[in-house]
């Protein structure tokens, strides 16, 4: 492997961030899994997350907080950390809207966009559902809320603590979606419409399948790929179907979530090598012309073994991840460190 050289002022600083906050800084570098130019990892920066969050699936970067949610069956809950890692706590709960699977957020600077649209259970779902809130409505809380109280007191209304907040119903828009191919299946694995991760450009919603397409007996085809639905679904009371636009790009793993920056048009995907856990990264430029654009990155991450569930982007080269719990996970080689908690990981490319 590689070696970089590391300036002894960016060290101390580490060292001082470190001892101040109690965050673990890793050097660690990247390794491209095809012939491109690898980006080297300057560092990557791992804390725990609270424990309210071992299915952390979604990641959402505003105003000086993380925003992330727990996948199927977890509370219809938005939660958040502060991205300077320190353990201040928020809490929004969606009123009336359940958590059939969450795996991603998403935000066009107007709403926030909540996607149910998880789909490897038997039987396959008939239907796959994105929620949006106002961005405001997240940002100003509510009347329960209190945005300086570290303390989680217990309450009797189903907002559960006074910490969080309680959404109003009337400010939750759902735009409900169907898909080509078989809902009626017992293999989750052979399809190409379980989705984790969704951006928002313009008018449109792009998702990325998982790719998971293959057979129990096959294995995937190690290709991800893109389908659409108009923002306009939100004032449809009928299903909208999600249409596919581009060919399948190779991604080496499991696409677990995405990220768009709009200032820079480019589009992040992670996800985790099916059988070793091995996380990886795809960075694009200029989507979404052309299909994906152009491949700026293809990369495994020199880290622990991870399932790796969330990114969002922190400027043109860095993004925050999110794994959720690895205790006991196993793995068909090498070996995988159990972590005990979920983690948020900040990477910084060059």
């Known amino acids: 492997m590689r070696t970089s050289t590391i300036s002894k002022e960016v060290v101390a600083v580490l060292r001082s961030m470190a001892m101040v906050s109690g965050l673990v800084p890793l050097i660690l570098f990247a390794q491209s899994p095809v012939a491109s ?22 990641l959402l970067n505003d105003q000086g907080y993380l925003w992330t949610h ?13 991205n300077n890692a320190r353990a201040k706590r928020k809490q929004w709960h969606l009123r ?17 966009y909540i996607a149910d649209i998880g789909n490897n259970a038997v039987p396959l779902r008939s239907s796959l559902a994105i929620h949006r809130i106002p961005l405001d409505a997240l940002r100003r809380g509510g009347p329960r809320a209190n945005w300086e109280n570290d303390d989680v007191v217990s309450s009797s209304v189903n907002c559960f603590f006074d910490l969080f907040t309680c959404s109003d119903r009337t400010e939750i828009e759902t735009m409900t979606l169907t898909y080509h191919g078989t809902k009626a299946t017992n293999d989750s694995i052979g399809n190409h419409n379980d989705f984790e991760s969704l951006v928002v450009i313009g008018q449109d919603i792009f998702v990325f399948s998982k790719n998971w397409k293959g ?56 996800g985790t090598e099916q059988d070793t856990y091995r996380p990886f990264y795809m960075i694009f430029g200029n989507f979404p012309q052309n299909g994906f654009g152009t491949v700026l990155a293809n990369a495994w991450l020199d880290m622990p073994c ?10 043109p080269k860095a ?9 006991g996970k ?3 080689a090498g070996t995988c460190e159990e972590l005990a908690l979920p983690q948020l990981w900040r990477v910084e490319l060059k």
């Open 319 to 327: 993004f925050y991840m999110t794994n959720e719990n690895d205790k």
């Open 70 to 82: 727990n996948d199927r069956g977890g509370c219809n809950c938005l939660y958040a950390i502060e």
């Open 215 to 270: 057979t129990k007996s096959s294995p995937n085809d190690h290709k991800t790929q893109i389908h659409t639905a108009p923002l306009s679904g939100f004032s449809s009371t009928a299903p909208v179907l999600l249409t596919k636009t581009a060919d399948g790009i190779s991604t080496k793993g499991l696409v677990t979530s995405a990220d768009y920056d709009a200032a820079t048009k480019q589009l992040v995907l992670v």
């Open 96 to 112: 009336g809207v359940d958590n059939l699977d969450w795996e991603d957020l998403a935000s066009d600077g107007t709403y926030v």
């Open 330 to 332: 196993k793995i068909k």
């Open 37 to 58: 130019t690898p980006l080297t990892v300057d560092t990557i920066i791992k804390r725990d997350l609270f424990p309210m969050v071992l299915e952390t699936s979604g």
């Open 306 to 315: 991870a399932q790796v569930e969330a990114v969002a982007w922190d400027g």
